[in-house]
Antibody, heavy 121, light 113 residues
Framework: QVQLQESGPGLVKPSETLSLSCAVSGDSISSGGFYWHWIRQHPGKGLEWIGFIYHTGNTYYYNPSLQSRVSMSVDTSKNQFSLRLNSVSAADTAVYYC????????????WGQGTLVTVSS | DIVMTQSPDSLAVSLGERATIYCKSSQSVLSSSNNKNYLAWYQQKPGQPPRLLIYWASTRESGVPDRFSGSGSGTDFTLTISSLQAEDVAVYYCQQYSHTPATFGQGTRVEIK
């Protein structure tokens, strides 16, 4: 069964760039048929969808609330996809999840375990 | 953005009793082209990621116990746990995938009375 695992720095300084990767096992990203998403959860709060990317790398969509600061990419050779969020502030402190969906806008399953990113100097 | 509002924010139910969670969307998530409601439900336990329970408002995900059921259409939806078990203690979220961006409800915490 497919599994996702996020990785990246747990601490990022304000104004710098948050970079996370999501390694996929049990499925090949390049086989197509799925869309790869990022979602975040602020501490003790609800869920915010960040965006998705398709395995080709040239099909993606970002939440308009974040699109000026977000970019995503795919590395099919490593079977992983990545998130970059520029100019971070304390408001970007959250648990970041990667997840799979069958469509560009759909339900999410499965999810990675999540990784907490704290923005602080 | 479509705003998803859940009620109540929390509820306490006795073991074996029914738990009912409501989710209301600010716009209809019913598609006229396929007559499907673009709504999902998730369960999140402490320290874990959300787990998909239901999609298309009422289709149970594989492996989800049949005590979980979803219903509703248009803007008003319900998640029902027919007989609450101890392992059902969690926060439950609804999510619409009808319009971008996908949005979630604020969550409903279910506890044992």
């Amino acid at each position: 069964q497919v599994q996702l695992q996020e990785s990246g720095p747990g601490l990022v300084k304000p104004s710098e760039t948050l970079s996370l990767s999501c390694a996929v096992s049990g499925d090949s990203i390049s086989s197509g048929g799925f869309y790869w998403h990022w979602i975040r959860q602020h501490p003790g709060k609800g869920l915010e969808w960040i965006g998705f990317i398709y395995h080709t790398g040239n099909t993606y969509y970002y939440n308009p609330s974040l699109q000026s600061r977000v970019s995503m990419s795919v590395d099919t050779s490593k079977n992983q996809f990545s998130l970059r969020l520029n100019s971070v502030s304390a408001a970007d402190t959250a648990v970041y999840y990667c997840a799979r969906a069958v469509t560009s806008l759909g339900w999410f399953a499965p999810w990675g375990q999540g990784t907490l990113v704290t923005v602080s100097s | 953005d479509i705003v998803m509002t859940q009620s109540p924010d929390s509820l306490a139910v006795s073991l074996g009793e029914r738990a009912t969670i409501y989710c209301k969307s600010s716009q209809s998530v019913l598609s006229s082209s396929n007559n499907k409601n673009y709504l999902a439900w998730y369960q999140q336990k402490p320290g874990q990621p959300p787990r998909l329970l239901i999609y298309w408002a009422s289709t149970r995900e594989s492996g989800v116990p049949d005590r979980f059921s979803g219903s509703g259409s248009g803007t008003d939806f319900t998640l029902t746990i027919s007989s609450l078990q101890a392992e059902d203690v969690a926060v439950y979220y609804c999510q619409q995938y009808s319009h971008t961006p996908a949005t979630f409800g604020q969550g409903t915490r279910v506890e044992i009375k």
